[in-house]
Nanobody
Framework: QVQLVESGGGLVQAGGSLRLSCAASGRTIDRYTMGWFRQAPGKGREFVAAITWKGPTIFYRDSVKGRFAISKDNSKNTLYLQMNSLKPEDTAVYHC?????????????????WGQGTQVNVSS
């Protein structure tokens, strides 16, 4: 089992930055693909970014490319999401997730392990 705890959310003005962290315990994440998803009020959970354990290879949803950066520090067993040039439409609860699978990384069903989420609010 992998336990995940997110932190770093908050309120920021449009154009600002936040850095989310996801601390893992129970297992080391060096052999897990890790992802970030977000869920805005009244909407489904959507893929934001993923980083595979092998390579690694990184994927982003189109709307965050060039603004967000996913990374992980295996020595700290922690996943990060650096978010720059934030927009009001980035407002959501951000969740990290882990999987041992290597395909369909945009799909929530691929990830058996989830954190509770951290709220990000971007004001205009």
């Amino acid at each position: 089992q992998v336990q995940l705890v997110e932190s770093g959310g908050g309120l920021v003005q449009a154009g600002g930055s936040l850095r989310l962290s996801c601390a893992a315990s129970g297992r080391t994440i060096d052999r897990y693909t890790m992802g970030w998803f977000r869920q805005a009020p009244g909407k489904g959970r959507e893929f934001v970014a993923a980083i595979t354990w092998k390579g690694p290879t990184i994927f982003y949803r189109d709307s965050v490319k060039g603004r967000f950066a996913i990374s992980k520090d295996n020595s700290k067993n922690t996943l990060y999401l650096q978010m720059n040039s934030l927009k009001p439409e980035d407002t959501a609860v951000y969740h990290c997730a882990a999987t041992s699978l290597g395909a369909n990384l945009h799909d929530t069903d691929t990830y058996p392990y989830w954190g509770q989420g951290t709220q990000v609010n971007v004001s205009s």
